[in-house]
């Protein structure tokens, strides 16, 4: 039996790479999408093969690992899924993660064995709901994500204590509920509960006067933009203490979409935090490094949901893109006499400051005085993509280890 550990790190991973970082930088657990039946469809990679090889890889390491099967599948998809679930029987996932009635008791008939987790698609906001998807088998519920910490502690003080509760602590927020929108589908024909969501949230919009086409007139609140459907990123790092007073077993990041470099740096600081808490749970308190690491990917400005009552200040009106203040610069191979040998990510130059980002431990800043090309002659520049390099430096870094630069 694979170690369950609650609560439990769970990041999202959508290929090999990102898996192996998510498992470097500390993760429970990891979740991804097979090929169909994902929410994700562009971070559907996983096939019969390459999803073996994953559940392999977490499973030597004492995690555990689950598949998404969470989309509303047509007629025309329901004979598909018979070796979809045999595919995830075979691989040795931990659990599938659903959301249709059909396809929940579809792998109870044909995988009696398998965990089942109930999808935030479902929409689950009450124990009546938690209760009866635990009496037809459920492990787990992923709750809604409209739900404050009240009506989350309610749900677990309801329920059987052998349901766990999971619930999104970071990531891209849906301003439709828990991810039910028609809009993509309804607007260019891509339906977001099949994987296919466009994100029209994220676009600008204008007004038209019904006599006056072509005539746009832009929507301005606060003469800070018309993107009124945007919502900002959620970021509970902060509240791990009160998530978990309100019976949250599994605390879930969101971005199967994400960069490893994204994937990275959020799991690593959700481990940290979540070890600080378990250390002393009546006492929580995050030290600024680590508060500080979840700016440094690419984000939206943070809120926290509705975990505190109704949203206030959650929507950017501003625009639709992220703010990103570093890049990856190289990925640290191994070190030896004296340098660090590395792979290039992004540009940069022999005097320029590096942080090296080591799992569970507060960034080390370094200068990189010393740059080397694969053959050891001394350059001025790392700019070929995933060059060979190495920098002069004492530091000895674990393979793997990110080495990122602030944007100038």
Same mark, same amino acid.
């Given at each position: ?14 290929? %090999?790479?990102?898996? !192996?970082? #998510? ?23 996983? /096939?019969?093969? $390459?999803?073996?090889? #994953? ?5 030597? =390491?004492?995690?555990?690992? !689950? ?15 018979? *070796? ?20 929940? %008791? ?6 009696? /064995? ?8 479902? *929409? ?6 938690? =209760? ?42 849906? %301003? ?5 929108? +028609? ?7 891509? &339906? ?33 933009? $018309? ?13 791990? /203490?009160?998530?978990?007073? @309100? ?8 971005? =199967? @979409?994400? $960069? ?12 940290? #935090? ?34 505190? *009552? ?16 570093? &890049? ?28 090296? +980002? ?35 430096? /004492?530091?000895?870094?674990? #393979? ?9």
């Amino acid at each position: 039996m694979i170690n369950r550990a609650l609560p439990e790190v769970l990041s999202p991973v959508g290929d %090999m790479e990102r898996l !192996y970082a #998510a498992l470097d930088y500390g993760a429970d657990a990891v979740y991804l999408g097979g090929t169909m039946f994902g929410m994700r469809a562009q971070s559907a990679k996983f /096939d019969a093969e $390459s999803l073996k090889t #994953a559940a392999d890889e977490v499973h030597s =390491r004492g995690k555990r690992i !689950y598949l998404t099967c969470n989309t509303l599948p047509r007629n025309n998809e329901i004979p598909e899924l018979e *070796g979809f679930i045999r595919n995830a029987c075979d691989a040795g996932v931990d659990a599938l993660i659903t959301t249709d009635i059909g396809v929940f %008791m579809m792998i109870r008939r044909m995988a009696p /064995d398998m965990e089942i987790h109930v999808s935030t698609q479902a *929409g689950i906001v009450n124990y009546a709901a938690a =209760r009866q998807f635990y009496e037809m088998g459920a492990k787990r519920v992923v709750l809604a994500r409209e739900l404050s910490l009240e009506e989350i502690a309610e749900i677990r003080a309801k329920t059987p204590k052998d349901l766990e509760i999971e619930v999104f602590v970071h990531g891209a927020m849906c %301003m439709s509920f828990s991810g039910r929108c +028609l809009i993509s589908q309804y607007l260019i024909d891509r &339906d977001p509960n099949r994987g296919q969501c466009a994100q029209p949230c994220r676009w600008n919009y204008a007004l038209v006067e019904e006599k006056r086409p072509g005539e746009y007139y832009p929507v301005i609140e606060e003469e800070k933009g $018309s993107f009124i459907l945007n919502a900002k990123d959620l970021c509970m790092i902060e509240h791990i /203490d009160k998530l978990a007073e @309100a019976g949250v077993n599994s605390f879930k990041i969101e971005g =199967r @979409a994400k $960069s490893t470099y994204y994937v990275s740096v959020i799991t690593n600081a959700y481990r940290m #935090a979540m070890d600080i808490y378990l250390k002393d749970p009546k006492n929580y308190s995050l030290p600024k490094w680590i508060s500080d690491e979840v700016f440094k990917v690419s984000h939206r400005p943070y809120c926290t949901g509705f975990f505190f *009552g109704s949203p206030k200040n959650c929507q950017y009106y501003e625009d639709s893109g992220y703010i990103r203040d570093y &890049d990856v610069a190289a990925i640290v191979r191994f070190c030896k006499d004296g340098r660090i040998y590395a792979s290039q990510r992004n540009k940069f130059y022999a005097g320029d400051t590096l942080e090296a +980002l080591i799992p569970g431990q507060e960034p080390v800043e370094f200068v990189a005085d010393k740059l080397f090309d694969e053959f050891g002659q001394p350059i001025e520049t790392a700019n070929r993509a995933t060059m060979d390099l190495s920098i002069g430096s /004492d530091l000895i870094l674990p #393979a793997n280890t990110m080495l990122r630069i602030r944007k100038k």
